[in-house]
Structure formats: structure tokens, C-alpha cells
């Protein structure tokens, strides 16, 4: 059970912006984004893999790596509006 609750979280926290980034790369509207919220998101991911790495832990590498991968595009659509 607690493996099944552990694997449900970080299916979750990799799908967790798929919706966002792909609504504002069709609409291509970010305005209501915070950059806040994308700055706190991108330094989340990198201290989760970070941590990750330096504890071995690979399944939290991997799970935060997508998260990570979002926040960059969201970011870059964000920057491309002005």
C-alpha cells in the first residue's frame, strides 16, 4: 500500500502540468501565469533531482524531471508574450 500511494504521488506530480503547458501552448496566452509560481516550481524540481542524485534515490529523480521540463516550457511561453 505504501508503494502503491508513493507511485500514485509521483504519476501525479508528472502529470500534474501537461493540462497547463498544453492550454497555453494552443492558446498561446500565459498572462495569467505567475512568474513566481514558475520560478518556485523550477527551483522545486531541481532541488527534488538534486536531492535525488545525492541520496541515489532514482525514482525521485525521475519523477520531478517532467515537472522540471514544464516549468521550462511554461517559462519560455511566458517570456515569448512579453
Do not use: H
Amino acid at each position: 500500500m505504501i508503494e502503491f500511494l508513493g507511485i500514485t504521488a509521483g504519476v501525479l506530480n508528472t502529470i500534474r502540468l501537461f493540462p497547463q503547458v498544453y492550454k497555453s501552448w494552443i492558446t498561446k496566452e500565459t498572462k495569467d501565469l505567475s512568474g513566481y509560481f514558475l520560478l518556485i516550481l523550477f527551483l522545486q524540481s531541481v532541488c527534488l533531482i538534486l536531492y535525488g542524485l545525492l541520496k541515489s534515490d532514482y525514482y525521485i529523480v525521475y519523477m520531478n524531471v517532467s515537472p522540471l521540463v514544464c516549468s521550462v516550457i511554461l517559462a519560455i511561453l511566458k517570456m515569448k508574450q512579453g
